[in-house]
């Protein structure tokens, strides 16, 4: 019955487009607070709104369109002609965030997604629950946790660089060209293994791994480009039923997804059934895969995990952990091939610092690594153009007021400071908005410019939103990405080992790149989006004076 639900099912769609939007019509009337004054976009058909525009284009096209014609508030419209929101107003974005505490409620058809490719953990959870289960996972993700794993980085990254150096050197023109996106979701795969598992993937290593093969082009099947009965489905439907779809369709995408689900908790029960009696006698401590086995078996009911919980919170690491870093990653390198004049300057402070320290660049130590600002820069930049999560949905859990960092004109030539609205109502915080708005990041906040981080300024602009360079890319607030300060090591580790060793060229395939909108932004090419993740760079050896 859900196969036909989920094929273009014309007659069943109407009918039910229908019943829902009798039902629909009828809660309106109910709902007294309206946000329908808030300027935005025609809707492009009742039945979907403007949502097939939302989650079909790449990355930012819708955001930064309505931004301009619109402002930083925009009312976009849902299934039946519901009202949403589209925000990058950062005095709004910080009331989400963080003022609200869990006020806040992220679209339960988007947690289903993250429960099928993750199960029910701390990126599932909501309210009390992720209050608990973030309580028992901060303490593997504190600073000096997350320097004790660069040593782990370093060994990746020498490892993928020996595997390229091989490769350039049998090449008759010394270059070679790679897509470096698997190469990074490799990369960190291995890290995130070994530094929260204490466990070997081996992912660098073979290169059809069984394991990175169900990972490979799992966020572009399961979340890209999604067909309008997808995107129908996932907004109408109750949960229950999209559950059973998510269970019983013969979809591709379910499929893989799936797949990929059983694959990750197979591997996580093995890892926990190898080492659980271990880290109960208190051999591990504070790694994070024992901070979970020993939640499991704790008496307290504030800090204990399920079973099931811990496994979820072990697939999410893995999901979350790697594939967030190798994209951030992708567009980092991508920067650099293009502006080559940023990457030798970069280079030149690598080798500078190796002189200044005494140590290798493949040994930097955490301090380091920090007091390189130009690397500092570049990172910034990339991710403040480039945030890999580009989108958070959220839902309002009761009638609530916005703030607005300036006011807005609603449709009736009234000016408002603050925007009240109902309990239910979806919002986007978009994150990609936000990060090119012109007031706080300037007006050339649409272009990639390392320079705008290194210039003195005590001036503030906008309010305090995120942990990393007041961006929003690791999101803010209680639902702060626990991996950021990771992801930064990580980040920090690799550039210097692959800037440090080989030189990064464009190729003329990068015109057709594309950001591809998949809950994080991959590069895919135009033309080959079904295959997956795709950065296309010529790579040679550094020249070495
Ligand atoms: C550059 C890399 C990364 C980026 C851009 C990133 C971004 C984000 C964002 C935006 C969120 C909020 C998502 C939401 O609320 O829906 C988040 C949450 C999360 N991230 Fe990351 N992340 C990165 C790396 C990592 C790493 C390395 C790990 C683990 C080792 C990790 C683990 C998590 C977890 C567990 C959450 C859920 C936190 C919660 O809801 O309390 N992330 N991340
Ligand atoms: C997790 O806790 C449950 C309930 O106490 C227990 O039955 C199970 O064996 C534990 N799992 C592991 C892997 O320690
Ligand atoms: C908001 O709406 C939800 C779902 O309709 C309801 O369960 C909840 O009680 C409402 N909250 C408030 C504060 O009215």
Redesign the pocket.
């Known amino acids: 019955m859900f196969e036909i639900l989920t094929q273009q099912p014309k007659a069943e769609m109407s009918l039910f487009a229908l019943c829902v939007a009798i039902v629909y019509a009828g809660y309106r009337r109910y709902c007294r607070i309206s946000i329908s004054h808030v300027p935005g976009p025609e809707p492009e058909s009742f039945f979907l709104g403007n949502l097939p525009e939302i989650f079909q284009s790449q990355v930012g096209a819708p955001d930064f369109k309505y931004q301009c014609q619109f402002g930083d508030v925009v009312r976009i419209k849902g299934p039946f002609g519901e009202d949403r929101l589209l925000i990058s107003d950062p005095k709004a974005l910080q009331y989400i965030f963080h003022t609200s505490g869990y006020g806040f409620l992220k679209w339960p058809e988007r947690t289903e997604i993250s429960r099928v490719l993750m199960g029910r953990g701390l990126l599932w959870a909501d309210g009390e629950i992720h209050k608990r289960q973030r309580k028992v996972m901060l303490p593997g993700f504190g600073a000096p946790e997350s320097k004790a794993f660069i040593p782990i980085f370093q060994k990746v990254g020498a490892e993928l660089t020996a595997q390229w150096t091989d490769i350039i050197a049998s090449s008759a023109d010394q270059t070679a060209e790679f897509n470096v996106a698997t190469w990074l979701s490799r990369s960190t795969m291995d890290s995130i293994g070994e530094a929260a598992f204490d466990y070997h993937f081996g992912a660098l290593a073979q290169a059809d791994n069984e394991f990175m093969k169900a990972y490979f082009g799992l966020m572009s099947d399961t979340l890209g480009s999604p067909p309008r009965s997808t995107i129908f489905m996932q907004t109408i439907l109750p949960i229950w039923a999209l559950q059973l779809m998510s269970k019983y369709s013969r979809r591709r995408n379910l499929v893989h997804a799936r797949h990929t689900a059983n694959l990750a908790n197979a591997v996580a029960r093995a890892l926990v059934e190898s080492k659980a009696d271990a880290l109960l006698q208190g051999k591990g401590n504070k790694d994070i895969l024992s901070l979970l086995v020993k939640a499991n078996a704790s008496e307290n009911s504030a800090t204990r995990l399920t079973e099931e919980e811990m496994f979820a919170q072990m697939r999410t690491i893995l999901l979350a952990g790697h594939e967030t870093s190798a994209t951030s990653m992708c567009w980092v390198l991508l920067e650099l091939a293009r502006h080559p004049e940023v990457q030798e300057r970069l280079r030149a402070e690598i080798r500078a610092t190796e002189l200044s320290t005494g140590r290798k660049a493949s040994a930097f130590t955490a301090s380091d690594l920090d007091s390189m600002q130009y690397l500092a820069a570049v990172l910034k930049e990339s991710m403040r153009i480039h945030p890999a999560v580009y989108h958070n949905y959220r839902m309002a ?3 609530d007021v916005l703030p607005l960092s300036k006011p807005i004109r609603t449709t009736s030539g009234e000016l408002i400071s603050s925007l009240p609205i109902a ?2 109502t979806k919002v986007i915080a978009s994150i990609a908005g936000y990060q090119r708005n012109k007031e706080v990041f300037g007006e050339d906040a649409d272009t990639f410019n390392p320079e705008r981080w290194l210039r003195e300024t005590d001036e503030k602009k906008g309010p305090t939103l995120g942990v990393y360079a007041n961006l929003l890319t690791f999101a803010g607030g209680i639902r702060t990405c626990i991996g950021w300060r990771f992801a930064i090591h990580e980040m920090q580790t690799l550039t210097v080992e692959i800037i440090n060793n080989f030189e990064l060229l464009p190729t003329s395939d990068l015109a057709r790149l594309r950001r591809e909108a998949c809950l994080v932004m991959l590069p895919t090419l135009e033309g080959e989006q079904e295959k997956g993740e795709n950065l296309p760079l010529k790579v040679r050896l550094a020249a070495r004076d």
């Open positions: 859990a009761k009638d309990n239910g």
